[in-house]
């Protein structure tokens, strides 16, 4: 027993960073979690994410600055800021299939995470996604996108974080902010704290 105290600790000098390698394989979400903590405790963290905490709007203060919005045919619903929530916030209401969303430059190999809040009424699905283009607008195979899901309490503000290696072929990502199934008019939902981080590659 003796002869093996330490070797622990000789190892992870001999191969900087093996420690962490090996916890990314085991948990990738968690050790992102971790890298992203020592990094905003170091104030080396940069959000990516444009007005992600919707502080910022245009049209005459209804709208947010640097998001856009996209809606299915038969959705009629309504995208507005709302100053009185979070601070500043993105609300959606009555939106059978919509989305906020906002594009960033991104090249294959490269992994974000991805992380962002919402409250919800009535009868509101909202969820987190990422979704690949390539340089000509055109997305990258359906099967890259990542959905993420909000958990945490229902009326409060629940989460959402997660992890997008950019596949073969991209060259931006899309965040989408989605909101699904607003069919009463009491259905809304609020998202806030958008964050967009760039991992550092394993050495
Ligand atoms: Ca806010």
């Not at 191969?15 to 050790?31: F, N």
């Not at 299939?97 to 009535?122: D, F, I, K, V």
């Not at 409060?156 to 199934?181: M, T, Y």
Request: aromatic share 8%; proline share 2%; net charge neutral.
């Amino acid at each position: 027993m003796k002869k093996t105290v330490g070797q622990g600790r000789r190892w992870e000098a001999a191969l900087s960073g093996v420690t962490r390698t090996i916890q990314a394989l085991r948990d990738p979400k968690g050790a992102a979690q971790e890298e992203l903590a020592e990094r905003r405790a170091a104030g080396t963290l940069k959000n990516l994410a444009r007005n992600g905490d919707f502080s910022a709007t245009v049209r005459d203060k209804q709208f947010p600055a640097e998001w856009n919005t996209w809606q299915d045919e038969g959705s009629k619903g309504r995208f507005v800021f709302d100053s009185a929530v979070g601070g500043g916030s993105a609300k959606a209401t009555q939106v059978k299939n919509g989305c906020y969303l906002q594009s960033h430059p991104a090249q294959p190999g490269e992994t974000y995470a991805l992380e962002a809040e919402c409250r919800t009424t009535g009868a509101t699905v909202a969820s987190l996604l990422v979704r690949c283009q390539r340089a000509d607008g055109s997305w990258v195979r359906w099967d890259s996108d990542a959905t993420f899901t909000f958990s945490g309490s229902r009326e409060q503000w629940a989460r959402a974080f997660g992890l997008l290696a950019v596949p073969d072929h991209a060259a931006k990502l899309v965040i989408l902010l989605n909101a699904e199934h607003q069919l009463s008019d009491g259905g809304a939902c609020w998202f806030d704290n958008v964050g967009l981080y760039r991992m550092e590659e394993a050495k």
